[in-house]
């Protein structure tokens, strides 16, 4: 005789998250969420290891045929920096300088904005998919109002990246869906 009906399972698993409250700091790839008057999609996660157990992640996010950046950070309050990547090059004098010196001016001027030398971040990177690291720096960069910033990385002795971006709190991101 055969049994059509199954057991359920006593005790499935739990989510990381409470699906009544959903926080920024629950992302994770496939969740979707507005910011801007858009919906994103988180497509991958990063996690930065700067050493002393003190992580930070990043989400690639999508929306139509936009690429951003989204990295959370936690001081007294929760805060996501959006990025977007752009050419090195753009930087000018600066990116010159990087790549002669191996280490970060003080001060940056871009598209009209003076940005200036917030921290210097050694430390590892890797997909939150995958198990290897790879060691890099990471470079912040404010202007005055603190709300613009502009972010270096340098993955090997030549190989450097450009992003610029925004920061908001994390209450600039809502309606946060699990897929």
Same mark, same amino acid.
């Given at each position: 005789?055969?049994?059509?009906?199954?057991?359920?399972?006593?005790?499935?698993?739990?989510?990381?998250?409470?699906?009544?409250?959903?926080?920024?700091?629950?992302?994770?790839?496939?969740?979707?969420?507005?910011?801007?008057?858009?919906?994103?999609?988180?497509?991958?996660?990063?996690e930065y290891d700067w050493g002393d157990n003190f992580f930070t992640y990043e989400y690639k996010i999508v929306s139509g045929s936009e690429t951003l950046y989204m990295r959370i950070e936690e001081d007294d309050r929760v805060?996501?920096?959006?990025?977007?990547?752009?050419?090195?090059?753009?930087?000018?004098?600066?990116?010159?300088?990087?790549? +002669?010196?191996?280490? %970060?001016? /003080?001060? !940056?001027?871009?598209?009209?904005?003076?940005?200036?030398?917030?921290?210097?971040?050694?430390?590892?990177?890797?997909?939150?998919?995958?198990?290897?690291?790879?060691?890099?720096?990471?470079?912040?960069?404010?202007?005055?109002?603190?709300?613009?910033?502009?972010?270096?990385?340098?993955?090997?002795?030549?190989?450097?990246?450009?992003?610029?971006?925004?920061? +908001?709190?994390?209450? %600039?991101? /809502?309606? !946060?869906?699990?897929?």
């Amino acid at each position: 005789m055969f049994n059509l009906f199954k057991k359920k399972d006593q005790n499935p698993p739990k989510p990381h998250y409470d699906p009544t409250n959903m926080k920024v700091t629950d992302l994770r790839i496939g969740f979707l969420f507005d910011y801007d008057l858009k919906t994103w999609e988180v497509t991958d996660e990063f996690e930065y290891d700067w050493g002393d157990n003190f992580f930070t992640y990043e989400y690639k996010i999508v929306s139509g045929s936009e690429t951003l950046y989204m990295r959370i950070e936690e001081d007294d309050r929760v805060y996501c920096i959006f990025t977007q990547k752009m050419p090195f090059g753009k930087l000018g004098d600066a990116a010159q300088y990087f790549k +002669e010196h191996q280490t %970060a001016p /003080s001060s !940056i001027e871009f598209e009209g904005m003076t940005f200036y030398l917030e921290r210097e971040n050694p430390g590892f990177f890797r997909s939150t998919q995958d198990e290897d690291s790879v060691e890099m720096i990471q470079w912040d960069y404010l202007d005055d109002s603190g709300k613009h910033m502009l972010v270096i990385h340098q993955w090997d002795t030549q190989d450097f990246e450009l992003s610029v971006g925004i920061i +908001e709190t994390a209450d %600039a991101v /809502s309606n !946060i869906l699990p897929r």
